[in-house]
């Protein structure tokens, strides 16, 4: 599992200013954080949104800054 950059309080941050409405609906049951260490699936899902955010490129861009923000992958 990937480490979580930075405090969890600064990754709520990051997501929350993902301008989607289906992002945000999803969010509770998509994002998992334990001890600092990411579920696989949610990098996937949040990875997935950077790529496509369906269909809005202002959604798949913030979550693209987000995913750079809170996910140590290089």
């Known amino acids: 599992m990937p480490s979580l950059k930075g405090s969890p ?5 990051a997501l929350a200013a993902v301008p989607h409405k289906r992002f ?14 990411i579920d696989g699936r949610s990098v996937c899902w949040l990875f ?8 809005s490129v202002a959604a798949a861009e913030a979550a693209e800054r987000a ?8």
């Open 48 to 55: 997935c949104w950077a790529k496509t955010g369906m269909g």
């Open 67 to 74: 995913f750079d923000e809170v996910v140590d992958i290089p």
């Open 24 to 37: 945000q609906d999803a969010l509770p049951g998509h994002w998992r954080v334990d001890d600092g260490r």
């Open 9 to 13: 309080s600064k990754a709520q941050a």
